[in-house]
C-alpha cells in the first residue's frame, strides 16, 4: 500500500514560471514532511521540510503548504530556473521514529526550459 | 565532513555471485539507513540503524540480504546470491537521533547491475 501518493510524475515549466509538486498521504501517524531534490547520479538532498503545526514554510524561492485536514502537503517553486531542473520527491516519516526513516513519494521530474 | 561515503559507485556482477555495498556515514551521526531506488518501486527502505543496532528491517526483501554495522564508521549491504530484479540504486543515509533528530543526509548511491 502506498502511503505516500505524488503528483504529476513530470512537470515542464518556462524559466520564470511557478513549479507546483502535490503530494498527499494515508498515515495520520506522519508528522515530518520534507521535500527532497535529485541530480542524476547523485543522491537525494534535503530542500525544505515541515511540521504539521504550521500550514506554510518558506525558504527563499521553495515553500511547502501543508493542509493537515486533507492529508495534503505541496511544493511551490516560484521563479522557477533552468538549475531546478531535477527530480523532486515529497516523503513523510513517523511520530517517534528517526526524522531518516522515510516513506517516499514516487518521484516528479521538474523541466525548466530557459 | 566528506558527507556519507559509498564503495563501489558502480558495481556489475553477474546472477548468483555475492555483492557487498559499503557504506562510511557521517561522523556523530547514529543513524544509519540503507534504500534502494528503482524506476518501479521509486525509494525504498531497506534497514534501519541506530547506535549501530538494527531497529527496522522489515524493507529487507529476502533472506538474501543482509545488513551489518560492526561500528558506528562503516555499514555493509550484502547479498548473496545475487539476482537481476537486484539491479537498483543503493543509497546510505545517516542522520542524528536524539529522539526524531535531524535531516537524513545520503550518499552518492551505489549503481547495481546484475546480468
Not at chain 1, 485536514?69 to 511551490?76: D, E, N, P, T, Y
Not at chain 2, 534497514?47 to 545488513?67: Q, T
Request: glycine share 8%; hydrophobic share 35%.
Amino acid at each position: 500500500q502506498q502511503q505516500v501518493k505524488q503528483s504529476p510524475q513530470s512537470l515542464i515549466v518556462q524559466k520564470g514560471g511557478i513549479s507546483i509538486i502535490n503530494c498527499a498521504y494515508e498515515n495520520t501517524a506522519f508528522d515530518y514532511f520534507p521535500w527532497y531534490q535529485q541530480f542524476p547520479g547523485k543522491g537525494p538532498a534535503l530542500l525544505i521540510a515541515i511540521r504539521p503545526d504550521v500550514s506554510e514554510k518558506k525558504e527563499g524561492r521553495f515553500t511547502i503548504s501543508f493542509n493537515k485536514s486533507a492529508k495534503q502537503f505541496s511544493l511551490h517553486i516560484m521563479d522557477s530556473q533552468p538549475g531546478d531542473s531535477a527530480t523532486y520527491f515529497c516523503a513523510a516519516s513517523g511520530r517517534g521514529t528517526s526524522y531518516g526513516k522515510l516513506t517516499f513519494g514516487q518521484g516528479t521530474i521538474l523541466t525548466v526550459h530557459p | 565532513d566528506a558527507g556519507v561515503i559509498q564503495s563501489p559507485r558502480h558495481e556489475v556482477t553477474e546472477m548468483g555471485q555475492e555483492v557487498t555495498l559499503r557504506c562510511k556515514p557521517i561522523s556523530g551521526h547514529n543513524s544509519l539507513f540503507w534504500y534502494r531506488q528503482t524506476m518501479m518501486r521509486g525509494l525504498e527502505l531497506l534497514i534501519y540503524f541506530n547506535n549501530n543496532v538494527p531497529i527496522d528491517d522489515s524493507g529487507m526483501p529476502e533472506d538474501r540480504f543482509s545488513a551489518k554495522m560492526p561500528n558506528a564508521s562503516f555499514s555493509t549491504l550484502k547479498i548473496q546470491p545475487s539476482e537481476p530484479r537486484d539491479s537498483a540504486v543503493y543509497f546510505c543515509a545517516s542522520s542524528w537521533s536524539p529522539g526524531q533528530g535531524s535531516e537524513a543526509f545520503f550518499g552518492q548511491g551505489t549503481r547495481l547491475t546484475v546480468v
